[in-house]
């Protein structure tokens, strides 16, 4: 078992995090195998600037391993053929920001189609994906939902609250979107 976490304590709708928060793994493979003393956390940024910064700090004080997939190098060339990773072998998927929209196929199209499929793909075999902004674009979607330019921006700090029991997504939150999207 990993780190003595229960697999059947999760949060409910929450696969993967148990009830006081911390990550776990429930698999046929894990228990025939027994339990990754290590819990493995995919960071896709979409540029050099595009790190997990104060989530991946909350991430790793819970036991999460962060490992990094940069889509582009720079600003100035949104073009990618780089492959994506196979998000097989971690428990949670996390996909950054960036300065482009989802819907700019004539600028990103050379890699968002592989994004979203590979999001659909870690989603429809049951494993947690978070998007933060154009993250979240991303996972909208790969999950059936429009993304959108929206009326105006919307910039500053807002104050969110999951409906998450352990808090993990809680904070001030600093915003800074040109673009909407909907739950699919």
Known sequence: MLRGYAPTATAAGHPGLATDG???RDSREDRCRGYSPVVRALVIEHGPDGGAEGVGDRLKTRGFT???FQVLDGMDDAYSDRP?????????VVIMG?????????T??????????????TVAADRPVLGICFGGQVLSAALGGTVEAADGPEIGWHTTQSKCPNGLFDGPWFQWHVDRFTLP
């Open 22 to 24: 911390r990550p776990v």
């Open 66 to 68: 962060l490992e990094s």
């Open 84 to 92: 994506f990773p196979d998000t097989v072998d971690y428990d949670l």
């Open 98 to 106: 960036s300065v482009h929209s989802v819907y700019d196929t004539e």
């Open 108 to 121: 990103i199209g050379s890699w968002i189609g592989r994004e979203i499929s590979m999001v659909s793909e």
